[in-house]
Every structure is written in C-alpha cells, then in structure tokens.
C-alpha cells in the first residue's frame, strides 16, 4: 500500500522560505514519476512541479518557475519541496503526488487526474 506523508508546512511572510517534505512508503522511486499540487479555496488543484527519478527531470508551473525547487532522496524515498521568495498567492494545501501509470512526468503536472496517489496535504500560509 502506498502512502505518502507530508510535513514543512506553516506560515511564513512574504519573501520568506520553506521547504516541504514527503515521505513515501509503498511507493519505488523506480517508478518514474513524483510531483506536488496545491489547491487555494475556491480554486482548483495547480500543478507545481514534477519530478522524473529517473534522469531527474523537473518540470515547473509557470507560477513558480525559479522560486521552487523539486528534488528526491532515493536512498530515503523522500521527496522535496524548496519554496523561496514566497507569495501571498502561494498559500493553499499542498499536496505530495505520485505515480502516473506511464503518461509522461512532465506533462502530468497539467492534470491532478494523472496521478494515482495523494498524500493528505499540508498547509503553507504566506501572509503580505
């Protein structure tokens, strides 16, 4: 059974820094493809960026191209979020992602229905 676990969460002024944190259990990072969400109220989830372990690929949201960085701890079967320079509009549930059963990592990101396992989320508020 897969489960993924999130932690880092928290609230943060704008222009600061966090760094989220997914375990994973049941899940080989064999399997190509992980990645995180985030949803606001009222809005839709958002893509925020994949990884392919295998070759490391990334693929970023437009949003947060080069404040958010994705990366993995194979050995560990954990997964990161670094978020900095961050914004208001950045607060929302953050959700931990993976496996998309073959379809390609980096165009997963555009579609929460690619991915087969979610984690429960954890909370990021950016306050102005």
């Known amino acids: 059974q897969v489960q993924l676990v999130e932690s880092g969460g928290g609230s943060v002024q704008a222009g600061g820094s966090l760094r989220l944190s997914c375990a994973a259990s049941?899940?080989?990072?064999?399997?190509?493809?992980v990645g995180w969400f985030r949803q606001a109220p009222g809005k839709e989830r958002e893509g925020v960026a994949s990884l392919r372990t295998v070759g490391t690929t990334t693929t970023y949201g437009d949003s947060v191209t080069g404040r958010f960085t994705i990366s993995h701890d194979s050995a560990n079967q954990i997964v990161y979020l670094q978020m900095n320079s961050l914004q208001a509009e950045d607060s929302g549930m953050y959700y931990c992602?993976?496996?998309?059963?073959?379809?390609?990592?980096?165009?997963?990101?555009?579609?929460?229905?690619?991915?087969?396992?979610w984690g429960q989320g954890t909370q990021v508020n950016v306050s102005s």
């Open positions: 049941g899940y080989r990072f064999t399997r190509p493809c």
């Open positions: 992602v993976a496996g998309t059963e073959g379809y390609p990592c980096h165009l997963a990101i555009r579609s929460a229905r690619r991915f087969t396992y």
